[in-house]
């Protein structure tokens, strides 16, 4: 049975849209993120980096890649930024030189002090419960994998 022409065009209502609320709350989101990250010199994409890098120090650039979902064409950039501002050093691997190895600089060990806070305070801008925005992330994950497999 063909869908009625108003049913058609409801489906594509930007507001009956989850890629936009995706898109909107991630705005939203990086929006809240800038004065908090702009007091540390980082960007957004440089925080996401210095993250993976305070969890696990000296690593591939291949291993920040596959764990914030960017190719090393995106990923080259913003490292050589951070390198800049004396906060990593990259290095050719010692294994295999056609790979780079990143270490934090002792100012980027620093640095993650100053972030401490900045999760909370961002979260807490949402106005959400803690425990309701961990089920949030756990399910943004789980379609975020779905998605992954079905463009594989």
Do not use: H
Not at 10 to 31: G, H, I, P, R, W
Not at 66 to 72: C, I, K, T, V
């Amino acid at each position: 049975m063909p869908k009625s022409t108003s049913q058609s065009a409801d489906m594509l209502a930007l507001d009956n849209q989850l890629c936009f609320a995706l898109y909107s709350a991630s705005l939203a989101m990086t929006k809240t993120y800038k004065p908090l990250l702009d007091k540390l010199g980082l960007t957004y994409p440089q925080y996401l980096a210095m993250l993976v890098l305070w969890q696990q120090d000296n690593v591939l650039v291949k291993t920040i890649g596959e764990q914030l979902f960017l190719d090393s064409g995106t990923l080259t950039p913003l490292l050589k930024r951070l390198e800049a501002s004396s906060l990593i050093v990259r290095t050719r691997d010692d294994a295999d030189e056609r790979q780079m190895r990143i270490t934090l600089t002792r100012e980027g060990r620093a640095l993650k002090k100053k972030a401490q806070d900045i999760p909370r305070m961002a979260l807490s801008a949402s106005g959400q419960p803690q425990a309701a925005l961990g089920n949030l992330r756990a399910q943004l994950s789980v379609i975020r994998d779905d998605l992954i497999r079905a463009n594989s």
